[in-house]
C-alpha cells in the first residue's frame, strides 16, 4: 500500500539544505519523485514498507510532518511572488518572514497571507485569511471562511502586524471550541465568532472599507526570467512529479551560488529568485541536464487540479487538448478541477465531476457541471451554474462556451464601468453602434443585416422584432438578447 508523508513549509519558503536532507532521506528508500501541493507543501508518496526508515530519518532531522492526514494544514503566502510579481507594496520580505517566525505553533485550521494587489497566490482559501490593506501599511484585514463551508465574514477592523499570530491563534480555538456552530454549518456567524473574542491588548483600528479584491490575472510563472537585475526561476512539471535528483541538484546549485532559499508555489511549481548573471548559465545548464521543458502553453498552466488526483490531471490532459486544437482564448480564466467532496480548488471556472446514480458506495454514470465564481473572480465564493449534467464528450464544447461567456461578462462590466465614470444621464453619441447578442450562445443580430432565416429584413429595429423571435441557434427568446457596442464584440 501507498502512503503519503505532508511536510509543510510555511509560507511556501523553502530552505535548500533543509530540502537536500529530506531528498537524502527520500533517495535512501528509492523515491525517484516528489510532488508539491496546492497549499505549498511537500507530498512524498511510498510504499508503506518504507514508511518508518523514512519517519526515522524525518524525526532525526527534527522535520514536522503527517502521514495521510491534514490535521495541521499549511500557511499559505504570496511570497513567492514577492519582488518579481507584487511590486509597490510595503508587504517586504521581512514583514513575511516576521509574521512567520511569530506563528510559533501549528494551526490547525487553513491560514493565509497574502498581498491584496495579486492573484498569484488565492486569498481567500484558507479559514483565517489575511489581506494585507492597501491603505494602511502593516495592517490587515481579516476574513473568515468558516471551515467545510462556504460562509465568508470579513471583519470591521484592521489588525496590525505584530498582532497576526496571536488573533490567528485566538481565533483557531474559539473555532475549534465550538465546533457545531462554526465548523460545517452553514448558519455559521461571524458576528458570534467576534463576540467571543477578546481583542484586549491587541492593536487593531476600523476598517474604512471593505478588502479591495484584486481582479484575476495570472502572471506566466514558468522559465528563466529577468527581473531588478537578477533572474527568477519557476519550474513546472505537467505531470506534477519532481524528480528527486533534479531537486538535489537544485538545493546544491542554491547552496554554491549563496542562494539561501527556494520557494513553492499554490501552482505545485517551484520558483529560485535571486540568481545572479554570472550564475544563469548554471542554471541553464542543470535544466539541460534533466531535459526539463519550459514555456507551456498559458491555457495549461491556468489550470488547477487537486493534490494527488489522476483523475483529474487526465481531464486536464483531455481539456486542455481541445483548448489548443481550437484555439481558444484563456487568458485571465483560472480553471479548477474538483472530483471530491470538500476539497478545495481555486478557480474562476470550476469543473465538477458528480454521479448520477451513487447508492451504498456504487457509483455510476459520471457527469460534469460548469460552475462559475462571482464576477468569474476565483478569490469570490459564490458564483452560477453554467452548465449542468455534461458527459464527458460534451464538456470540452460546453467549457469552451463558459470561456465565451467569460469575455462577454468581461465586456459588460467595462461598459458599466465607462457609464459609471461618464454619467450615465449622458445621451449616447449617435456614432456609437450596437449589436444584440445571445447571451447563452453568443449568436448576434444586426438591424443592419436583419435575419433572412426567420424572414426578418435588413433595416429591422431590435425594438420592432415580433415577440416569438427567437435566436436562431439555441431559440432564446427576445429578452435574453444582450445590446452590446460593435466595437466590443470586435466586429467589421
Given at each position: 500500500?501507498?502512503?503519503?508523508?505532508i511536510i509543510n513549509f510555511p509560507g511556501g519558503i523553502i530552505?535548500?539544505?533543509?530540502?537536500?536532507?529530506?531528498?537524502?532521506?527520500?533517495?535512501?528508500?528509492?523515491?525517484?519523485?516528489?510532488?508539491?501541493?496546492?497549499?505549498?507543501?511537500?507530498?512524498?508518496?511510498?510504499?508503506?514498507?518504507?514508511?518508518?526508515?523514512?519517519?526515522?530519518?524525518?524525526?532525526?532531522?527534527?522535520?514536522?510532518?503527517?502521514?495521510?492526514?491534514?490535521?495541521?494544514?499549511?500557511?499559505?503566502?504570496?511570497?513567492?511572488?514577492?519582488?518579481?510579481?507584487?511590486?509597490?507594496?510595503?508587504?517586504?520580505?521581512?514583514?513575511?518572514?516576521?509574521?512567520?517566525?511569530?506563528?510559533?505553533?501549528?494551526?490547525?485550521?487553513?491560514?493565509?497571507?497574502?498581498?491584496?494587489?495579486?492573484?498569484?497566490?488565492?486569498?481567500?482559501?484558507?479559514?483565517?485569511?489575511?489581506?494585507?490593506?492597501?491603505?494602511?501599511?502593516?495592517?490587515?484585514?481579516?476574513?473568515?471562511?468558516?471551515?467545510?463551508?462556504?460562509?465568508?465574514?470579513?471583519?470591521?477592523?484592521?489588525?496590525?502586524?505584530?498582532?497576526?499570530?496571536?488573533?490567528?491563534q485566538k481565533i483557531e480555538a474559539i473555532i475549534n471550541a465550538?465546533?457545531?456552530?462554526?465548523?460545517?454549518?452553514?448558519?455559521?456567524?461571524?458576528?458570534?465568532?467576534?463576540?467571543?473574542?477578546?481583542?484586549?491588548?491587541?492593536?487593531?483600528?476600523?476598517?474604512?472599507?471593505?478588502?479591495?479584491?484584486?481582479?484575476?490575472?495570472?502572471?506566466?510563472?514558468?522559465?528563466?526570467?529577468?527581473?531588478?537585475?537578477?533572474?527568477?526561476?519557476?519550474?513546472?512539471?505537467?505531470?506534477?512529479?519532481?524528480?528527486?535528483?533534479?531537486?538535489?541538484?537544485?538545493?546544491?546549485?542554491?547552496?554554491?551560488?549563496?542562494?539561501?532559499?527556494?520557494?513553492?508555489?499554490?501552482?505545485?511549481?517551484?520558483?529560485?529568485?535571486?540568481?545572479?548573471?554570472?550564475?544563469?548559465?548554471?542554471?541553464?545548464?542543470?535544466?539541460?541536464?534533466?531535459?526539463?521543458?519550459?514555456?507551456?502553453?498559458?491555457?495549461?498552466?491556468?489550470?488547477?487540479?487537486?493534490?494527488?488526483?489522476?483523475?483529474?490531471?487526465?481531464?486536464?490532459?483531455?481539456?486542455?487538448?481541445?483548448?489548443?486544437?481550437?484555439?481558444?482564448?484563456?487568458?485571465?480564466?483560472?480553471?479548477?478541477?474538483?472530483?471530491?467532496?470538500?476539497?478545495?480548488?481555486?478557480?474562476?471556472?470550476?469543473?465538477?465531476?458528480?454521479?448520477?446514480?451513487?447508492?451504498?458506495?456504487?457509483?455510476?454514470?459520471?457527469?460534469?457541471?460548469?460552475?462559475?465564481?462571482?464576477?468569474?473572480?476565483?478569490?469570490?465564493?459564490?458564483?452560477?451554474?453554467?452548465?449542468?449534467?455534461?458527459?464527458?464528450?460534451?464538456?470540452?464544447?460546453?467549457?469552451?462556451?463558459?470561456?465565451?461567456?467569460?469575455?462577454?461578462?468581461?465586456?459588460?462590466?467595462?461598459?458599466?464601468?465607462?457609464?459609471?465614470?461618464?454619467?450615465?444621464?449622458?445621451?449616447?453619441?449617435?456614432?456609437?453602434?450596437?449589436?444584440?447578442?445571445?447571451?447563452?450562445?453568443?449568436?448576434?443580430?444586426?438591424?443592419?443585416?436583419?435575419?433572412?432565416?426567420?424572414?426578418?429584413?435588413?433595416?429591422?429595429?431590435?425594438?420592432?422584432?415580433?415577440?416569438?423571435?427567437?435566436?436562431?441557434?439555441?431559440?432564446?427568446?427576445?429578452?435574453?438578447?444582450?445590446?452590446?457596442?460593435?466595437?466590443?464584440?470586435?466586429?467589421?
Amino acid at each position: 500500500m501507498e502512503q503519503t508523508v505532508i511536510i509543510n513549509f510555511p509560507g511556501g519558503i523553502i530552505s535548500p539544505g533543509g530540502l537536500y536532507n529530506i531528498l537524502v532521506a527520500a533517495a535512501k528508500v528509492r523515491l525517484r519523485y516528489v510532488r508539491f501541493g496546492l497549499r505549498q507543501q511537500l507530498l512524498i508518496d511510498l510504499e508503506s514498507y518504507n514508511l518508518e526508515t523514512f519517519t526515522e530519518d524525518l524525526d532525526e532531522l527534527g522535520i514536522d510532518y503527517e502521514v495521510d492526514t491534514h490535521h495541521f494544514p499549511n500557511i499559505i503566502s504570496s511570497y513567492p511572488a514577492e519582488e518579481i510579481f507584487i511590486r509597490n507594496t510595503w508587504l517586504t520580505e521581512g514583514v513575511y518572514k516576521d509574521i512567520f517566525d511569530a506563528i510559533n505553533f501549528r494551526p490547525s485550521v487553513k491560514v493565509n497571507i497574502c498581498d491584496n494587489n495579486q492573484s498569484f497566490t488565492p486569498m481567500l482559501t484558507g479559514n483565517i485569511n489575511w489581506v494585507a490593506s492597501s491603505q494602511s501599511a502593516h495592517y490587515w484585514h481579516l476574513i473568515i471562511r468558516f471551515p467545510k463551508t462556504n460562509v465568508v465574514y470579513e471583519w470591521n477592523q484592521l489588525c496590525y502586524t505584530n498582532n497576526i499570530a496571536s488573533l490567528t491563534q485566538k481565533i483557531e480555538a474559539i473555532i475549534n471550541a465550538n465546533p457545531d456552530a462554526f465548523i460545517d454549518n452553514e448558519k455559521a456567524k461571524g458576528e458570534k465568532l467576534f463576540a467571543a473574542l477578546d481583542v484586549s491588548g491587541f492593536i487593531i483600528k476600523p476598517a474604512e472599507n471593505p478588502v479591495s479584491l484584486s481582479a484575476f490575472n495570472l502572471p506566466y510563472y514558468e522559465g528563466l526570467n529577468r527581473y531588478n537585475n537578477k533572474y527568477w526561476l519557476g519550474i513546472y512539471r505537467r505531470d506534477e512529479l519532481f524528480s528527486v535528483d533534479f531537486l538535489k541538484k537544485i538545493c546544491l546549485l542554491c547552496l554554491e551560488t549563496k542562494l539561501g532559499q527556494l520557494c513553492c508555489t499554490s501552482w505545485k511549481t517551484i520558483i529560485i529568485k535571486g540568481i545572479d548573471e554570472q550564475d544563469k548559465q548554471s542554471w541553464n545548464a542543470l535544466l539541460e541536464e534533466f531535459e526539463v521543458n519550459m514555456r507551456h502553453a498559458a491555457n495549461e498552466l491556468n489550470f488547477q487540479v487537486e493534490d494527488h488526483c489522476v483523475e483529474g490531471l487526465e481531464l486536464k490532459n483531455y481539456l486542455v487538448k481541445h483548448l489548443s486544437v481550437n484555439d481558444t482564448r484563456t487568458f485571465g480564466i483560472c480553471f479548477g478541477i474538483k472530483t471530491r467532496k470538500k476539497s478545495e480548488v481555486f478557480s474562476s471556472i470550476l469543473i465538477r465531476k458528480r454521479h448520477l446514480l451513487n447508492f451504498l458506495g456504487i457509483k455510476l454514470f459520471a457527469v460534469y457541471d460548469i460552475l462559475c465564481a462571482k464576477n468569474f473572480n476565483p478569490n469570490e465564493r459564490t458564483g452560477f451554474v453554467f452548465s449542468k449534467g455534461n458527459p464527458k464528450s460534451l464538456l470540452p464544447e460546453q467549457l469552451r462556451r463558459a470561456v465565451l461567456k467569460f469575455y462577454q461578462t468581461r465586456l459588460e462590466v467595462k461598459s458599466e464601468q465607462l457609464v459609471s465614470q461618464t454619467g450615465s444621464n449622458q445621451s449616447v453619441p449617435k456614432e456609437i453602434e450596437f449589436l444584440y447578442q445571445c447571451r447563452d450562445c453568443f449568436t448576434v443580430y444586426s438591424e443592419d443585416l436583419g435575419d433572412m432565416t426567420q424572414g426578418i429584413t435588413a433595416g429591422t429595429k431590435f425594438d420592432d422584432l415580433p415577440a416569438n423571435f427567437c435566436c436562431s441557434l439555441c431559440e432564446n427568446e427576445k429578452a435574453k438578447f444582450l445590446k452590446v457596442e460593435k466595437t466590443a464584440l470586435q466586429v467589421l
